[in-house]
Structure formats: C-alpha cells, structure tokens
C-alpha cells in the first residue's frame, strides 16, 4: 500500500496510527515535499471513482487563499488536475492507494471496510 499524507496534518497522523494499529504495511510519501503530478493525480482520480472535488483540501487555506469554492465550477477537469499538481497543500490527504482501491481522506470505517473485510 501506499500511503501520502502530510506529517503535520492530523488526519493524516490519524490515518497512519489506524494502519500501523491493524498491522498493515504502507510506504509513505510526503506530499508536500514530494507533490504528485498531474499525471499521477489523474491515475488517481479515476481510479478512485470519486468527483474530482474531492480530492481537493477544501479545508486548507491555501484553498481559501486562491478562491476555489467559486473558481473550480468554471475550471476543466484537465484545469483542475494541473492545478492540484502545482501544491501538494491543495490536496486532500490522505490518499491511500492498495491496488486498485484508491482512498481520500481518513473515515475509519470506510477504511475499515475496504481494507479490513477482503
């Protein structure tokens, strides 16, 4: 599995802690210091099967910073993939990835059930 996060977000600390609570191996990738391209975001995303809203850090003020709650409906799919490219901080962590299950964001029992009941 692998794991990006934030070592400074507390979600993603949550996250880690869960995982390393039920014995499951990750690596780990900072995704600050090391950001995703868009490439990778878009293998991502429609891996996930997720609106692309969310992999957004809606929360974060980098997000607040730049406008995006109003900017994103008139920007592309392309459009937004490249700008979640430019700043690891935009991103919703954490992304965990185990095959072809792609996770956004900590909800223990959603982890739980994709990770736990195989």
């Not at 900072?30 to 692309?52: D, N, W």
């Not at 730049?66 to 920007?75: A, I, S």
């Amino acid at each position: 599995m692998k794991f990006i996060g934030y070592p400074k977000c507390s979600t993603s600390r949550k996250a880690k802690a869960w995982l390393d609570d039920h014995h499951l191996a990750y690596t780990e990738r900072h995704i600050v210091e090391e950001a995703l391209s868009q490439e990778e975001l878009t293998q991502l995303y429609r891996q996930s099967g997720l609106p692309l809203k969310r992999f957004f850090n809606t929360s974060g003020m980098k997000y607040r910073e730049l406008g995006l709650k109003d900017k994103l409906k008139e920007l592309s799919e392309e459009e937004q993939l490249a700008l979640l490219s430019t700043d690891g901080m935009l991103v919703k962590r954490p992304i965990l990835v185990d095959g072809e299950k792609v996770l956004v964001g900590f909800k223990e029992a959603q982890w739980a059930e994709a990770l736990l009941h195989d």
